[in-house]
């Protein structure tokens, strides 16, 4: 059974920096790239950023050069490093495979970003 646990997030000021990490339970990371998406209140979700097995990564045009994303194989877990965030970031974030989701979603963490 897959299971994907969100945690990092937080309320912060415009220009500051969060990481947010996902746990992953199940067949999920070893076999697929991962992503984190986002999701911002009347908007659909979005995926901001990718790493492949081999930790090749892709960004949205909207976070590149701002975020990072990374993955410890050993652990299950994949990571973002957000900096110079902006209140356009605020939304839930998610992770999941990625470009093409699976069903199982987690609880997501809130980022919030003042201005």
């Known amino acids: 059974q897959v299971q994907l646990v969100e945690s990092g997030g937080g309320l912060v000021q415009a220009g500051e920096s969060l990481r947010l990490s996902c746990a992953a339970s199940?067949?999920?990371?070893?076999?697929?790239?991962m992503g984190w998406y986002r999701q911002a209140p009347g908007k659909q979700r979005e995926l901001v950023a990718t790493?492949?097995?081999?930790?090749?990564?892709n960004y949205a045009d909207s976070v590149k050069g701002r975020f990072t994303i990374s993955r410890d194989n050993a652990k299950n877990t994949v990571y973002l490093q957000m900096n110079s965030l902006k209140p356009e970031d605020t939304a839930v974030y998610y992770c999941?495979?990625?470009?093409?989701?699976?069903?199982?979603w987690g609880q997501g963490t809130q980022v919030t970003v003042s201005s």
């Open positions: 199940g067949s999920i990371f070893s076999i697929n790239a």
């Open positions: 999941n495979a990625a470009p093409e989701p699976s069903d199982f």
């Open positions: 790493i492949t097995r081999g930790s090749s990564t």
